[in-house]
């Protein structure tokens, strides 16, 4: 499985962006699938998953209402759409795969055995 993220880029703040998560090897809709980031000098991340029973949805607390995941099965995507961008969201976000997730104590919890390789996201006036 190979996965590969874009839609990264500069912003501003308030800005928005979306960033889409391809495979291929894989139908990414029978698969669960997860966001996460990784901003310098911090731990990794959950910022979103999809799982693959019900298409049920979870989000961090901390980025319920701004962040949309949501999956594309003509383009084989799952895609995060983030809006109001603040300059804490400057990080590496990366997607994940072939695993599970859930939510616990407001955080999303991915347990996942494909990763890409990240892309940037900046936000700065």
């Known amino acids: 499985v190979q996965l590969v993220e874009s839609g990264g880029g500069s912003v501003q703040p308030g800005e928005s962006l979306r960033l889409s998560c391809a495979a291929s090897g894989v139908t990414l809709d029978t698969y669960a699938v997860g966001w996460f980031r990784q901003a310098p000098g911090k731990e990794r991340e959950g910022i979103s998953c999809?799982?693959?029973?019900?298409?049920?949805?979870y989000y961090a607390d901390s980025m319920q209402g701004r962040f949309t995941i949501s999956r594309d099965a003509a383009k084989n995507t799952v895609d995060l759409h983030m809006n109001s961008l603040k300059p804490d969201d400057t990080a590496v976000y990366y997607c994940?795969?072939?695993?599970?997730?859930?939510?616990?104590?407001?955080?999303?919890?991915?347990?996942?055995?494909?990763w890409g390789q990240g892309t940037q996201v900046t936000v700065s006036s």
């Open positions: 999809i799982n693959n029973h019900d298409d049920r949805t």
């Open positions: 994940a795969t072939e695993g599970m997730c859930y939510k616990e104590k407001g955080k999303v919890v991915g347990v996942f055995g494909s």
